[in-house]
Nanobody
Framework: QVDVVESGGGLVQPGGSLRLSCVVS????????VGWFRQAPGKQRELVAR????????RYADSVKGRFTISRDNAANTVYLQMNSLRPEDTAVYCC??????????????WGQGTQVTVSS
């Protein structure tokens, strides 16, 4: 069984920083593409950042480019999202997704429960 657990959310003032962590257990993290998603009340879930298996290829939503950095430590089975210069519009529940496609074409998706990020003065 694969479990995904996020941590690191909280309340922060505008301009502040937070670092989210996503721990994947039950399987080797190196098998998965990992993405951070967020969903604010009344809005659709959006992809914030994604890191490919090797860690070299990273993609970001336009709204967070230059402020957020995604990284991974496969040995520690952990993916991080460093969030700087936070804005009130970054307020949302942030969820981690681990996605894998096997050599036979089977797809697997695992989600965490999410961690709340609130940016407010």
């Amino acid at each position: 069984q694969v479990d995904v657990v996020e941590s690191g959310g909280g309340l922060v003032q505008p301009g502040g920083s937070l670092r989210l962590s996503c721990v994947v257990s039950g399987s080797a993290l190196s098998l998965y593409v990992v993405g951070w998603f967020r969903q604010a009340p009344g809005k659709q879930r959006e992809l914030v950042a994604r890191v490919m298996r090797s860690g070299d290829d990273r993609r970001y939503a336009d709204s967070v480019k230059g402020r957020f950095t995604i990284s991974r430590d496969n040995a520690a089975n952990t993916v991080y999202l460093q969030m700087n210069s936070l804005r009130p519009e970054d307020t949302a529940v942030y969820c981690c997704n681990a996605h894998r496609i096997t050599g036979l074409g089977a797809e697997f998706d695992y989600w965490g429960q999410g961690t709340q990020v609130t940016v407010s003065s």
